[in-house]
């Protein structure tokens, strides 16, 4: 029923900088966690950043210190701002979240399509 929409991803040089979203929609719930992953050719899907409803952040630590992970529960809207990008990167990032619907407490977890970033000169 909740749709994950994905926006951001793209090509940007090493050391550049990108903003990733993802918009949820399809019904009224809440959300206890969200976050990214990754995948990139060849490689595993691992957890690149997550997001609790209380604000509480994890991150892999290739990414910490260059990546932030912030949720806008109004806009049911969630974003990974990417900076200080590495041709590491390179992958596939998908967004995830885990969802319940109104009144019930039941939760499910949710999948976008997934966003490929590139990065290279």
């Known amino acids: 029923q909740v749709h994950l929409v994905e926006s951001g991803g793209g090509l940007v040089q090493p050391r550049g900088s990108l903003r990733l979203s993802c918009a949820a929609s399809?019904?009224?719930?809440?959300?206890?966690?969200m976050g990214w992953y990754r995948q990139a050719p060849g490689k595993e899907r691992d957890l690149v950043a997550s997001?609790?409803?209380?604000?509480?952040?994890k991150y892999a630590d290739s990414v910490k210190g260059r990546f932030t992970i912030s949720r806008d529960d109004a806009e049911n809207t969630m974003y990974l701002q990417m900076n200080s990008l590495k041709p590491e990167d390179t992958a596939v990032y998908y967004c995830?979240?885990?969802?319940?619907?109104?009144?019930?407490?039941?939760?499910?977890?949710?999948w976008g399509q997934g966003t490929l970033v590139t990065v290279s000169s």
């Open positions: 995830y979240a885990e969802v319940a619907y109104f009144p019930y407490s039941r939760y499910f977890e949710v």
């Open positions: 399809g019904g009224i719930f809440r959300s206890r966690v």
């Open positions: 997001i609790t409803s209380g604000g509480s952040t």
